[in-house]
């Protein structure tokens, strides 16, 4: 009979588990920015075109679509550091950000102006922020209240891009991707602990 709790995973596993999911995030959007180069930005149509069907297919394809590697390299400064806080504290990176990817956009096609076309990984880089903060003013668990005030200090200059006045600018994007966020923090389920393991 043994008794006890599991291993517990050291720092650099799980730090391994959470740079994983990030780096193939970004990689998918960089090799989908390469081959829209290669097509001369054909893809940037698949963009969320707000209220029109065809720009459904957006609502999806947004986050990997971009206007140059100069505006896909200031979104994955920010989902880096801000992916990977995300995904070495929970186990739900993947379905935490397909929710705000897809809550974020169905608002932004809903409520976005007509004629315009939304592309860029920005929804989702307001939307991790959001959730973080959010999260941690829920669950009041030290590393997520810890982690909700990094984000606070270090991001705090991205609440000026949820407003209105920025020409080429989707600030729809980023504050459907914010509320998206916060809802998914809000109303998503929190991980429950695991028990220890008894064997015997």
């Known amino acids: 009979m043994s008794t006890g709790a599991p291993p517990r995973r050291g720092i650099g596993s799980v730090l391994t588990a959470g740079i994983v999911p990030v780096a193939v995030l970004l990689g998918l959007m960089w090799i989908a920015e390469g081959v829209d180069t290669v097509l001369g930005q054909r893809l940037d149509q698949l963009g969320i075109e707000p209220r029109d069907v065809d720009g ?5 394809a947004a986050p990997f679509l971009h206007a140059g590697f100069g505006h896909l390299l200031a979104n994955s400064a920010g989902l880096l550091v801000l992916g990977l806080l995300l995904a070495v504290t929970t186990r739900s990176f993947w379905l935490i950000c397909a929710l705000i990817t897809v809550l974020g956009g169905l608002a932004v ?4 102006p007509a004629g315009t076309l939304h592309i860029g ?3 989702l880089v307001y939307g991790i922020a959001a959730y973080l903060v959010a999260r941690g003013v829920r669950t009041r668990r030290v590393l997520d209240v810890v982690i909700a005030g990094i ?3 270090t991001y705090s200059g991205l609440a000026l891009g949820v407003l209105p006045g920025q020409p080429g600018v989707s600030w729809q994007s980023h504050l ?3 509320l ?3 809802a ?3 109303f ?13």
């Open 184 to 186: 998914v923090a809000w």
């Open 176 to 178: 459907f991707g914010a």
């Open 151 to 153: 984000v606070v200090l």
């Open 121 to 123: 990984a920005s929804g």
């Open 188 to 200: 998503g389920a929190t991980p429950a602990r695991r028990p220890r393991r008894l064997d015997r």
């Open 109 to 112: 096609w809903v409520l976005g």
């Open 56 to 60: 459904l297919t957006g609502v999806v």
């Open 180 to 182: 998206a966020g916060v």
